[in-house]
């Protein structure tokens, strides 16, 4: 009699996937493990050491002495190099030198190994007067020797080798000039990449953000290159005169560059100035709302709800948008004058003359507050005016039917139907009927007829209670605010 044996089931596809994928997983965790930052940093400072000792043993080895001729050519181009660095100007965004205009004409004019003397020369200077740490001199070094190497070799292969007069037809021309921008361009990216990780493991600053502060330079670095592309095509067709003719012309070109960056540079400057000033403004009335609104908790939600309440009714009587946001604002901010008052006048359980006077104050006290802010005139008038009457009793001018503004009108039934119905308030809600029916009552005494009964046709639509659950967070929209706040005003 024969024993059953156990047979070793055949692996399928999905067998296979799930070890592959086990088996990449622990790769993956043990690559993570062994390169950490500091070894990262390490092994990248040992590919440019290897990639700049390679570049330079290349240059040496292919160079020729036809590179190099004219002589006066690659002087004045080393010299326009240096000068150029040497002036080098820094702006919030990053550096700006001329002298990226001398190496890529050494890319076009000369050929690679010359161009590659010319970048390192200017890094040297640059380096050395800026006192970096090696590590920053091995980037720099390698940036701008290995790249001009490289954007000299593809100038080379696209246009052929410019010390040969079969190819005037081809250098003397435009297309030369674009082969010498278009190799700019990348030569431009490859250099961003280089300094870019540099400056990533150095500084730990993300490409991104180096993108971004990079991208206010970018309109001029491409000006450069199509200079440079200019003046190649310019010397090959009129001689060394040209170049010794366009040093003036670069430092004007520098000079007017510089001048519009930190001009730019000081806009936003300003803007953040402005910025935080609006900000500081606007948060201290924020902040007396959040206070007022920890001592007496309907508040808040009171000023929010008149507040969406105020802009559909202005929306409803074909307000514009600026006066929209006029009544918006004072709906959020028409109870802010209540700041001043004392706990036993905000919560009272009897009410004195001096108390009174205290309480048809707080309509100036607001207005006073608000008005501080810059381009916020038109909200403190219709904070000011909002408990006036059309009958003239209301205070604190006894304003008289279309002299009180129509935000204050706004806003005044509006607080008025949100007092009657609110369920926070410290008397029994009316319901929204009855409220209504309040509103027509008081309406051409107390209220603007016309603007009442706008205000019931938009409640009857949208229902009497859609802004009852307002926030008074979203309604601020504070961000937003500020921005505005901050932005100049034009004429």
Not at 335 to 343: L, N
Not at 392 to 406: C, W
Not at 407 to 419: G, L, M, W
């Amino acid at each position: 009699m024969h024993l059953p044996t156990r047979q070793r089931r055949p692996k399928d596809h999905a067998d296979f996937e799930v070890e592959h994928r086990r088996a990449f997983d622990t790769l993956t965790r043990t690559v993570h493990d062994l390169l950490t930052p500091k070894l990262a940093k390490r092994l990248y400072l040992a590919a440019e050491v290897l990639l700049l000792v390679g570049t330079v043993i290349a240059a040496a080895w292919l160079s020729n002495a036809e590179e190099w001729s004219p002589p006066l050519l690659f002087g004045l181009l080393l010299v326009l190099a240096l000068v150029g660095e040497w002036f080098t100007v820094e702006l919030s965004d990053g550096v700006l030198s001329a002298s990226l205009v001398a190496i890529v004409l050494a890319m076009a004019l000369l050929g690679p190994a010359p161009a590659m003397a010319c970048g390192t020369a200017a890094m040297i200077l640059t380096s050395s007067r800026r006192r970096l740490r090696p590590a920053f001199w091995l980037g720099n070094l390698t940036a701008f020797g290995v790249v001009p190497f490289a954007g000299g070799w593809m100038i080379l292969a696209l246009a052929g080798n410019v010390h040969d007069p079969r190819n005037q037809h081809m250098t003397q021309s435009v297309i030369f000039g674009l082969i010498v921008f278009g190799v700019f361009i990348v030569t431009l990216g490859l250099n961003f990449v280089l300094v870019g990780l540099d400056v990533r493991l150095e500084e730990g600053r993300s490409m991104i953000r180096q993108v971004r502060e990079f991208l206010p330079l970018f309109p001029g670095q491409l000006a450069a290159g199509a200079l440079a592309a200019i003046l190649a095509v310019a010397y090959m067709n009129l001689g060394l005169p040209v170049l010794f003719g366009s040093i003036v012309l670069l430092l004007i070109f520098q000079h007017l560059t510089v001048a519009l960056l930190r001009s730019e540079d000081r806009a936003d400057q300003l803007e953040a100035r402005s910025i935080q000033l609006a900000s500081l403004q606007f948060g201290v009335l924020s902040t007396l709302m959040d206070a007022l609104a920890l001592r007496d908790r309907t508040t808040a939600r009171h000023g929010a709800s008149v507040a969406r309440y105020a802009k559909a009714l202005a929306i409803e009587v074909g307000c514009s948008e600026e006066e929209q946001d006029v009544v918006h604002t004072a709906g959020l901010l028409h109870d802010i004058g209540k700041f001043t008052w004392s706990d036993r006048v905000l919560h009272p359980e009897s009410l004195t003359d001096e108390d009174w006077a205290v309480i048809h104050r707080h309509p100036q006290d607001g207005a006073a507050l608000v008005g501080k802010l810059d381009g916020y005139g038109p909200v403190a008038d219709a904070i000011l005016y909002h408990h006036e009457r059309l009958d003239g009793g209301g205070y604190p001018a006894g304003l008289i039917g279309s002299e009180i503004p129509l935000a204050s009108r706004i806003v005044a039934i509006c607080s008025t139907f949100d007092r009657m119905t609110a369920r926070d308030s410290y008397r029994t809600p009316m319901t929204p009927q009855d409220a209504i029916g309040e509103l027509r009552k008081i309406a051409g005494r107390q209220l603007d007829a016309e603007l009442v009964e706008s205000f019931i046709a938009l409640l009857e639509r949208e229902g009497p209670m859609f802004a009852q659950d307002a926030d008074f967070e979203t309604e601020l929209a504070f961000e937003q605010r500020v921005s505005k706040i901050a932005q100049p005003l034009h004429g």
